[in-house]
């Protein structure tokens, strides 16, 4: 069984999250999307329980799909859940510098693995979590770049701003 994994902190999951996770499940027998409880670069306005639930209600109808949270290194989650590749995704020439320099340190900590890059499609290319949470901030509809849960929960978040 090929197992793949996405990573990120979904932060939150995105229009642009959901098409990549479908077009990684035409690859994949499993998919995992491994959704990172913390990191030192980014502080999330959503809880890791909060961003689980957002990813398992607009997944539910998907087969073959995880939904896991997970600290620390990547690698060591990929080897222990029996993955053989790291899905990402990329929406740019600047995505694409970062996201080669982590392919490689990844594959520098653990030669097995493979880094699978996926394109959205061009109506989410150039989406972002952080440009979500910009537009939702400041009074902007995220309606068609968020599942309804999210937008919900956004406006919610952000009215007593």
Wanted: cysteine-free.
């Amino acid at each position: 069984m090929k197992i793949g994994v996405y990573p990120g902190t979904f932060d939150p999951i995105t229009n642009g999250h959901l098409d990549v996770i479908k077009r990684a499940l035409k690859i994949f027998d499993k998919l995992i999307v491994a959704v990172a409880i913390s990191s030192y670069k980014k502080s999330p306005i959503f809880t890791i329980d909060e961003r689980i639930a957002f990813i398992k209600e607009t997944t539910v109808e998907l087969k073959n799909l995880i939904v896991e949270p997970f600290d620390g290194l990547l690698v060591k989650f990929v080897k222990q859940r029996g993955a053989v590749a790291i899905v990402r995704g990329l929406r740019a020439v600047s995505d694409y510098e970062f996201e080669l320099q982590l392919a490689h340190a990844n594959r520098r900590l653990y030669r097995d693995i493979e880094t699978v890059f996926l394109m959205p499609s061009e109506e989410f290319s150039f989406l972002s979590s952080s440009i979500v949470k910009e537009i939702a901030y400041f009074g902007g509809s995220v309606k068609s770049l968020v599942p309804p849960t999210v937008e919900k929960a956004l406006k919610q978040k952000f009215q007593k701003q």
